[in-house]
């Protein structure tokens, strides 16, 4: 497709399951990251992947925490034993690389509801 | 203190008028600046960025870095309906960007 790719766009699920969430980046895009938006906030970074390899993971907020990338392309965010802390909308970005005048195209978005 | 501080509004103006959203920031290193649009449950959206101070006009929208008092803003003139949405502020970090630290955003609505 031509645009970022998250699927699903909405889960619920019992608190203390495991959730996988899925961001496709648009093709040969190397620089891809995980934010959060918690109700009416701005956004929360996450992790910064470069390639397969994630330079940058200090916003992980627990070790509940973990995504990885395969292949230089897609990009899995795996939440474990979910809280309803956890409830939020999940947006990942993608760009050409981690440049500063680059534009980070995002998806949009995972809604995770904790219940 | 947050390294990205932004007025969350809701800011509601009449059709056509003279938005200004502001933030302010408190890392005097940074040297890019960015605002993005977000529209009610999609991603945000790059609208403009600028490098250092001065500033940057795009049709109705102007971006403004003021860096000797660490605030940037952007302008909207003759404001539209369709501008209703969440503008957020947002500065890159790093030397290869990283991490992009965004503002709280500013809940923007035009009355027709």
């Known amino acids: 497709g031509a645009g970022v790719s998250q699927s699903p766009s909405n889960k619920v699920t019992e608190k203390g399951k495991d959730v996988e969430l899925r961001c496709d980046p648009i093709?040969?895009?190397?620089?891809l990251y995980w934010y959060r938006q918690s109700l009416g906030q701005g956004l929360e970074f996450l992790i910064y992947?470069?390639?397969?390899?994630?330079?940058?993971k200090s916003g992980l907020p627990s070790d509940r925490f973990s995504a990885e990338r395969t292949g230089g392309s897609v990009s899995t965010l795996t939440i474990q034993r979910t809280q309803q802390e956890d409830s939020a909308v999940y947006l990942c970005?993608?760009?050409?690389?981690?440049?500063?005048?680059?534009?980070?195209?995002f998806g949009q978005g995972t809604r995770l509801t904790v219940v | 203190q947050k390294e990205v501080e932004q007025d969350p509004g809701p800011l509601s103006v009449p059709e056509g008028a003279i938005v200004s959203l502001n933030c302010t920031y408190s890392?005097?290193?940074?040297?890019?600046f960015m605002w993005y649009r977000q529209y009610s449950r999609k991603g945000p959206e790059l609208l403009m960025y600028?490098?250092?101070?001065g500033n940057k006009e795009d049709g109705r929208f102007t971006a403004q870095v003021d860096k000797s008092s660490k605030y940037i803003s952007l302008f909207i003139r003759d404001s539209q309906p369709s501008d209703s949405a969440t503008y957020l502020c947002?500065?890159?970090?790093?030397?290869?960007?990283?991490?992009?630290?965004f503002g709280s955003g500013t809940r923007l609505s035009i009355r027709p």
């Open positions: 093709s040969g895009h190397t620089a």
């Open positions: 890392n005097s290193a940074f040297q890019y």
């Open positions: 970005a993608s760009s050409p690389q981690g440049t500063l005048n680059t534009e980070a195209f």
């Open positions: 947002a500065i890159p970090q790093g030397s290869s960007a990283s991490k992009i630290i």
């Open positions: 600028t490098y250092s101070s």
């Open positions: 992947f470069q390639g397969n390899s994630a330079p940058d």
